[in-house]
Every structure is written in structure tokens, then in C-alpha cells.
């Protein structure tokens, strides 16, 4: 009867044990994954040359846009061109339209358009490769997909007149390189798109005290 109540008890004890030895390795593996989950890994600089790019662009789906940080409310029209049938713009053609159209490359490689040649930039165009800028010194190789317009608001001139001047340049350039029009949404900008577009900026100039300040 002893012999038979120490093994029992041994076995009980062991699987007292198991039981014990299990659950640490369980919350052990829990405690690892919360771990990793709350890992951050590491990001890879494609570029390291951040003074190439111009300080007052972020990087967006391949489009450089406008980001003024000392601004709290601004309103950004963002207009696409994209070649059609998914084909590709020889990169000289594309430089050679913008030109023709009174765009203007500045030192970080993206194309604005200025009020009456003033130095007042009304809007601008970038590339749709990432990161975005025209790299004039191989664009001669360069394959492009589009051409993303951009413009901030509010602007030193009379943004309803910047707006239609816009939008009457970007039409010409889309007739030159016989490409199609999307909206911020990559929806095909229909004439009711481009008037909702429109009424979205007085609203916002509105909102603003910009029509009547002036």
C-alpha cells in the first residue's frame, strides 16, 4: 500500500509539474509575440540625398504635392494626366510640352507655372515615377506614365482666375500629349467633376474671407 501511494503522489507531482511547465512556455511565446508586435522595424532610405528634393513637397503615390507646414488650413487641387492605354511618354517629349505650355523647372526638378512671368507660382507639375521630380540630365532615357498638376491654396493672386488659368493649361498640355484627365481620386475628370472641383474652392475662399479681401 506505501509502495503504491508513493507513486501516486509522484505521479501527481509530476503532473503538477507539466501542468506548471507548460503554462510558462505558453506565456512565454504570448509575451514574444507582444513583443514582436510591437517591434518597429527598421525603413530603408531609397535616397539619402534629402537635399535634392525641395522642402515644401511630400511624397504621395508617386506624385510630389504641395505641404506648407506653416499653413493650418489650405485647400490642394490635385489633377492627373496619365498617358492612355497604359502606355508611357518618352520623358523629353513630356519636358519639351510643359515648356511650350509656360512651366518653368526649378532647381529641385519640378515644373511650375507662373502668374503673368511673375515669381508668383500659381501651380505645380511633377512626375508620376517616384519621387516624383524631372531629372533633366536623364530624362532623354525616361519612360513617364503621367503628370500630376498640383495647386495650394490659398495663393498670393486671385485663386479663382489661377484656378481656370490651371485647368485651361492642363487641357492644352492633355490635347499635346493626347493623354487623359483624373481627378485627386483617378476618377476621368468629367465636365461635372471639374465644376464640383470649381464651387469646392469658392466654398473654401469663402469659408476663408479670400474673395472679399481683396
Known sequence: ????????LIIGFLFIAGVYLYGSRDK????ELTNDENR???SLIKNSSADKY????????GSFEAKHKDKENEFIVIIRLVAIDNSLYGGDVVIDILEKHGLRID???VFNFHKNETEEITFSAASLIEPGVFEIDKISNQKIPGISFFMTLPLPVDEIEAFDEMFSVIKK?????KG???????????IQRERYIREQVIEYLLQ???INSR
Open 28 to 31: 512565454f511565446k504570448k509575451d
Open 54 to 61: 525641395p522642402k515644401n513637397y511630400s511624397k504621395e503615390k
Open 208 to 210: 476663408n474671407n479670400r
Open 40 to 42: 518597429i522595424e527598421p
Open 1 to 8: 500500500m506505501d509502495d503504491i501511494r508513493w507513486i501516486l
Open 173 to 177: 498640355i492633355s490635347i499635346s500629349l
Open 180 to 190: 487623359e484627365l483624373l481627378d485627386e481620386n483617378g476618377s476621368s475628370l468629367s
Open 107 to 109: 532647381k529641385s526638378g
